[in-house]
């Protein structure tokens, strides 16, 4: 039986079925911003995929920026893979698509920094997880410093770490980068979030703003005001990136 695959355009959450869904389940964005890949073979049912999905909302990760470097650019982007695979070595894995810029970087500099966030993390995440470096320089007016290995990490972070790339998995989509750590900081006071934390954080957000709200469709962004504003404070576009969501 054939099914068709889309790609949500915000966030590349992949959604299996014969039309896009309603809601994309990691941005919140609507039908309207997915993209269709082609079409699959369903090995198992609609119900199966839905469980599958459910059942995956329900494994846990932190939230992390990943830093790279490249011929003096820095970038860095939002993650949830990255975990911890070996004490000896301290070694980790990190997931990382192929389409993104840091993936570029990381390839080419064999290095790459891993910062950890805490609840404060809404803004960073706006930044950092909704807009490619390939269109604005995400550290502009980003409280940041370099590593040994020439990594970009951010002064929020509650603790960061220095890779280096010992191996890369090719998944398809992604490469799964086995990196060892060279060097690391404990910089906060603060405990670590995590993925399921900042979706919670994300919607009160939304709740609580008071007045006409404004959300830009590219960073998640919201405004309060009569108008959209003049420009986005997190990722730079104009007010025809805002929508009115209430
Ligand atoms: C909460 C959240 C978690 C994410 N986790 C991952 C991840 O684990 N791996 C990945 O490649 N992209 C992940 N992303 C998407 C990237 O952060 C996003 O595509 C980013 O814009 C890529 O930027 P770049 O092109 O500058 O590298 C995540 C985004 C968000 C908002």
Redesign the pocket.
Known sequence: MLTKKWKCTV??YIHVGDNPPDKCP??DYGPEVFELLGEIELSTSPEEQKAIRNALFKIQYG?FMVG?AKDGKI????????FQITSSPVRVAV???K?????E?ITASGSLSICILSDDCLDI?SR???????NID?FEGIEHSLTQLGNPVIKQSIAWFDCKVEKSIDLGS?TLFIVDVISAQDTGEQGATT?ER?RELKNQDKEKATGDKWECVVCQHIHVGEKPPEKCPICKQGPEKFKKIG
């Open positions: 966030c590349n990691e941005c939230l790279s970038n860095g982007q939002i993650c949830n893979t990255v997931g990382i698509n389409n993104n810029l840091t993936h970087h995440v950092f997880g909704y807009n490619s470096g390939r995400k992604h993925y900042y």
